[in-house]
């Protein structure tokens, strides 16, 4: 009898399943999707219901050959990549591709990589489910046409090079109309009053001015804050009534992909594509010590806040155990999820809560405990009684004028024990020591001060996150990406957290919101989210989806075709200058470096320069500045790229760029950098030269090799193979995928 043939997307996640699934079952990595789009044509045929024509992604023939060898000696084949749509897409296409009997392929889908959650899937196997193939394929579809129908467009009128995607530009559009509230907005001044009032018993308490005849009290000028000042002075202040009221705070609920990517941003500083890769390393499996190897915490590309009974149970056991009984909820905890099509999946949790963070510090790096521990907190708090207070409210009675000093007092802290959320704040129980309604109280001090409304903040990656979900733009696994791509094009730039659109940005979003007024709304891309998912729900057919989209593109499309050399000419701003060489006029252009300054009598007169003081655009990184903990940002000098404070001039700490990756030479603890030659040739080297000679003319990157499982590979791209990943120990190749826009 033939073994069972398992195919995952990684080599990690195959490391991990073939240990609990034994011997009669190989298991084999895919290295992701082997089929798609091609690359330097549409794919997309217009003319017969958008039938995509996929091909097989270049460089991954090899793994192909593989898969179909061993599928044919298997009596059985179980295609196991991620539980969403993108896995159950490449699970199609691989049955697509094997050619191997229908009734010989199976699904398997699991939530959690452990030991009996892996054998229960294996034993309840069942068909790929085509309703989510659909959806991707409608997704896949519809952002192929944006990027290969508008990019050239934005070639002709700005410069080559620059792209559109379809849901990436609403978020772009989201950073640059925020913007626009910033600029316009006009602070409004207010002012605010508190007061010092001395007790009999002689302490002193602050208190704010609250109302005016009854009036919630609004104060516009300083004239009307003085006013208010002399008034009471003039008046006896009398303590009036004292209430105490109960507040019970419930946790929230355990992570979903967009509040702990919101969350690993606020607290760990950690951008949503590190949250989502040190995720998916504690999804796939570590080892923990003795030899086990085993997933630590649950699919993290998920909108549910569903948690298993099971898991609730254990939860339960530890808190009381850990807490007492007083902590632990007798039911457990239900929370709503905001949607319904993938609640089959988990919240965000650990796959055990019983692996203390603690426990496993020896085990994990920095950041997979960091996110380990946050994920493990949260989860544990969501299981647990609310917290409860004591709101103490001291009215005190000025004349016509009520002031008020309150406080709140912890009693039972509940799960704030385990996790405090963003906004809470201590709580101290102090009030208006040995007072009684009716004792005098004397004035010691009054505090005006003036206040102005401030505008509206810049987005984060955290707040944008949660705009893309409010909006219902995006779903849980395109959100890093999203961000990753405006920030990589050069669209927007990060200023320490604030998400900022450049000059660049801003033109693009410019044209396109003219352009296509109705594909990049908001409302529009939401209403296509919906779409995807009756599409997965069985309620639509992927083509009307994509038709409803195409239909108004394409108008928008046919409009344009035309008017390339007009919008281009748009975009020229004139100067007050004459041209030194013709006299005519200068104007502001776009070009391949952005913006300079060129003579309006091109081609006849080709005078041109750069743009008096325009600066280089600062990349934004994740490293932190070790002198003063400013972010750093990546400036260029005369010998290429390097690593710099963002607070220059006044720290001017800089160092080599650091591509994150462990120098593979035996011994060696360096970190592999960023080097260049004395002619200019960019290599990567050991940061430990000249103690180490390691040097590579292709990047780096971590990844563990399919063949021989080294854990360094380097990119490289010819004509041939196109982007692709190479093993420099084996020579082993990975295919990487394009991006359409």
């Known amino acids: 009898m033939g073994k069972s043939l398992v195919i995952v997307e990684s080599p990690a996640k195959a490391k991990t399943i073939a240990k609990y699934l034994g011997k009669g079952f190989e298991v084999k990595a895919s290295m992701g999707h082997v089929r798609d789009l091609p690359l330097r044509k549409l794919g997309v045929d217009l003319e017969n219901n958008f039938e995509p024509s996929y091909v097989t992604i270049r460089g991954q023939g090899k793994t192909l050959k593989a898969l179909r060898t061993a599928s044919a000696k298997a ?8 539980p969403d749509r993108e896995g159950e897409a490449i699970a199609w296409h691989l049955a697509q591709v ?9 699904r398997v889908l699991f939530n959690e990589i452990t030991k009996n959650v892996i054998r229960e899937a294996f034993a309840n196997a069942v068909e790929v489910d085509k309703r989510k193939v659909d959806a991707q394929q409608a997704r896949r579809v519809m952002d192929r046409l944006v990027g290969y129908k508008v990019s050239p467009l934005l070639w002709k009128v700005i410069r080559r090079g620059i792209s559109a995607g379809r849901v990436q530009s609403v978020a772009l559009r989201l950073v640059c109309e925020r913007e626009e509230e910033i600029e316009g907005f006009v602070p409004v001044e207010y002012w605010t009053i508190e007061v010092d009032v001395q007790v009999p018993t002689g302490e002193l308490v602050r208190a704010k001015v609250w109302t005016r005849d009854g009036e919630k009290l609004e104060i516009h000028s300083e004239a009307e804050a003085k006013e208010i000042v002399r008034e009471l002075k003039s008046v006896s202040l009398v303590l009036g009534e004292v209430t105490r009221k109960e507040r019970k705070r ?4 355990p ?14 500083g950690m951008s949503a594509r590190q949250t989502m890769s040190v995720a998916q390393e504690l999804y796939e499996g570590l080892e923990i010590g003795q030899g086990e190897l085993v997933g630590l915490i649950t699919y993290m590309r998920t909108d549910s806040t569903r948690v298993s009974a099971e898991a609730s149970q254990e939860a339960r056991q530890y808190i009381t155990g850990r807490f007492g009984s007083d902590y632990a909820y007798s039911r457990p905890p239900l929370y709503k999820s905001r949607k319904k099509v993938q609640d089959a999946h988990e919240a965000i949790r650990p796959t055990s809560v019983n692996r203390a963070p603690e426990d496993l510090k020896g085990f994990l790096s920095l950041r997979q405990h960091k996110l380990y521990k946050l994920i493990w907190e949260k989860f544990l708090a969501s299981q647990m009684q609310p917290a409860r207070s004591e709101i103490i409210t001291f009215n005190i009675e000025g004349g016509r004028y009520g002031l008020r000093a309150s406080n709140s007092k912890l009693m039972f802290p509940g799960f704030l024990a385990v996790y405090k959320e963003d906004m809470d704040e201590e709580e101290d129980g102090q009030g208006l020591p040995g007072t009684q309604a009716g004792e005098s109280l004397v004035l010691k001090d009054t505090l005006p001060e003036q206040h102005f409304t401030e505008p509206p903040p810049h987005y984060s ?14 779903r849980p696994s395109t959100y890093a990406s999203i961000i990753w791509t405006i920030l990589h094009r050069r669209y927007v730039s990060k200023e ?23 594909v990049f709304n908001v409302a529009f891309t939401a209403k296509m989210e919906s779409e995807l998912d009756r ?18 593109f394409s108008k928008d499309l046919e409009t344009l075709s035309s008017k390339t050399a007009e919008l281009k000419k748009s975009l020229q701003t004139e100067t007050d200058e004459n041209c030194p060489e013709c006299g005519k006029s200068l104007v502001v252009k776009w070009g391949r470096g952005g913006q300079f300054i060129a003579c309006s009598g091109f081609p006849e007169c080709r005078y041109s320069r750069s743009l008096p003081g325009e600066e280089p655009q600062l990349e934004p990184t994740d490293e932190v500045c070790d002198q003063c903990n400013a972010p750093m940002v990546i400036r260029r000098g005369r010998f290429g790229r390097f690593l710099a404070c963002s607070r220059y001039p006044e720290c001017k700490n800089t160092r080599a760029v650091s591509l994150g990756v462990s120098c593979p030479e035996e011994g060696c603890k360096g970190d592999l950098v960023e080097r260049r030659t004395r002619r200019g040739r960019v290599f990567y080297g050991c940061s430990n030269y000249p103690n180490c000679k390691f040097a590579s003319w292709h990047r780096p990157v971590k990844q563990t090799c399919p063949e021989c499982g ?8 010819t004509k041939a193979k196109g982007p692709h990943l190479n093993c420099l120990s084996c020579g082993a190749e990975i295919p990487l995928p394009d991006d359409d826009g």
């Not at 009596?75 to 991620?82: R, Y």
């Open 75 to 82: 009596d059985e084949i179980f295609l196991a990549p991620d």
């Open 98 to 106: 094997l050619g191997s009997r229908s009734e010989k392929i199976r």
């Open 250 to 253: 419930r946790p929230k609920a």
């Open 255 to 268: 992570f979903i992909t967009s509040t702990l990517q919101q969350a690993a941003s606020r607290r760990l």
């Open 461 to 474: 990656e955290a707040t944008l996150i949660q705009e893309l979900e409010t909006k219902g733009i995006g």
């Open 496 to 518: 320490k957290t604030a998400l900022v659109p450049t000059d660049l940005g801003k033109t693009v979003w410019d044209l396109l919101g003219d352009w296509f007024p109705d």
């Open 535 to 552: 599409i997965e729900s069985g309620e639509d057919d992927w083509v009307n989806v994509v038709r409803q989209f195409y239909d108004p």
């Open 710 to 717: 080294k854990g360094l590979m380097v990119e490289k791209q």
